[in-house]
């Protein structure tokens, strides 16, 4: 077994011992028998979070209303949830009424998928109701029970659907798929912060092609914010984009797309500052690219990391080899890779001309990075002081 599940057993037996049940249910069971990497198990019990907590001496309420809760013990922490059922979905997200059970069949008819919807008991016996197992050896991707009732509990589910074909390089089944394509449009009401957070799982997987070309066949980018088009999905077919990483496979969406306005694009994506500088970065790179190599002073003062993956994009979209270790010896060849390096500082510069500090020393030191990265410079005291002398105040 798993060493998650291994971990995690003790808590089950205990659980049993005490006349409830548990089990293993959800992505972790799917996981486990596509031999994929497990990084966290869900637990569903059929006691209530109160009769979890006479168990167990120490628990941290996370989601009680939902009836989750976090035991500490000693094997780990495991977050487990009563088996429940749900009511109507008025938002299209969360349901209106939440009431537990103590029936295992009545908690798994409520799941998303089939391969989501089995359960795997302590003796590892497994339930599977809905025909999970064989839907995963089909390599197909169904709802339980009628698509269209669960998409509209959470019209999010669509977007998970093909966010799982990028992952496991899974097809649609047909009933399911037809719901998506009729439903669509119900994906406006979703929050725009929950379709990026599966937007970006589904441009790391493996399989994100056929993903975004199920996005266009069911007509969901219709209702997602502007990046998924059909000539972006076109052009992935063409290029070999599996060498890049999420944010390298964003930046080559973006451009792909042509988008005028990234900034204003990632922010309509409600994306963090953080990915929004990192894609404004790279589309400034990619630009430079497209007239010329790059040069040390682009590391220098953009970093290497940034202009390796600039580099391995435009080798992506002009589909030739990216030629690392020409990157690697040029990073290497450099005198200078950053301000720190440098053997000289401001006041260095006011000594040596008897100038008053101002924006001159920043001009000067600019010329001096580009001297010495250009190797016509070395990087010591008495050779730039020299240059300064004889050079800069000579202009």
């Not at 399989?207 to 502007?226: G, K, S």
């Amino acid at each position: 077994m798993n060493e998650l599940f291994s971990q995690a057993l003790p808590v089950l037996k205990e659980i049993e011992a005490n006349g409830y049940e548990a089990y293993f249910v959800g992505g972790c069971v799917r996981d486990y028998y596509l031999s994929r990497e497990i990084n966290d198990i869900d637990i569903a019990v059929s006691a209530t979070p109160e009769e979890i907590k006479q168990i167990f001496k120490k628990t941290i309420d996370v989601g009680i209303e939902h009836g989750t809760i976090l035991v500490l013990h000693e094997k780990g922490q495991f977050e487990m949830t009563t088996f429940r059922t749900e009511s109507t979905y008025s938002d299209s997200r969360r349901p209106d009424k939440v009431t537990f059970v103590r029936s295992l069949e009545e908690d798994l008819k409520r799941r998303d998928f089939t391969m989501n919807a089995m359960a795997l008991s302590s003796s590892y016996e497994l339930t599977d109701l809905f025909g999970g197992r064989e839907d995963l050896q089909k390599k197909e991707i169904k709802t339980v029970g009628l698509p269209m009732e669960r998409f509209e509990e959470d019209a999010l589910r669509m977007l998970r659907a093909v966010r799982f074909v990028s992952q496991l390089d899974f097809s649609i089944e047909n009933h399911t798929f037809e719901a998506i394509r009729v439903y669509a449009r119900r994906l406006s009401r979703v929050a725009t912060e929950r379709i990026a957070a599966e937007l970006e799982k589904l441009i790391n997987g493996p399989a994100m092609e056929r993903a975004l070309r199920y996005v266009i066949e069911t007509n969901l980018h219709a209702y997602l914010p502007v990046l998924i088009t059909e000539k972006v999905v076109k052009s992935l077919g063409e290029i070999d984009w599996k060498v890049l990483n999420a944010g390298e496979r964003l930046a080559l969406i973006i451009a792909i797309g042509e988008f005028d306005d990234v900034k204003t694009l990632l922010k309509q994506w409600k994306m963090s500052n953080k990915t929004i500088k990192k894609q404004l970065s790279l589309s400034d790179l990619l630009t430079i690219r497209a007239g010329r190599a790059f040069t040390k002073a682009d590391i220098y003062h953009m970093g290497i990391e940034p202009v390796t993956s600039a580099e391995k994009i435009a080798a992506v979209l002009n589909q030739r080899p990216y030629d690392a270790q020409y990157m690697e010896d040029l990073y290497h060849s450099m005198r200078i890779k950053s301000r720190s390096d440098l053997a000289f500082k401001g006041t260095h510069l006011i000594k040596w001309t008897g100038k008053k500090g101002g924006p001159w020393v920043k001009d000067c030191t600019s010329v001096i990075e580009q001297l010495i990265l250009d190797e016509e410079l070395e990087n010591n005291l008495s050779d730039i002081k020299e240059w300064v002398e004889s050079e800069w105040l000579q202009k």
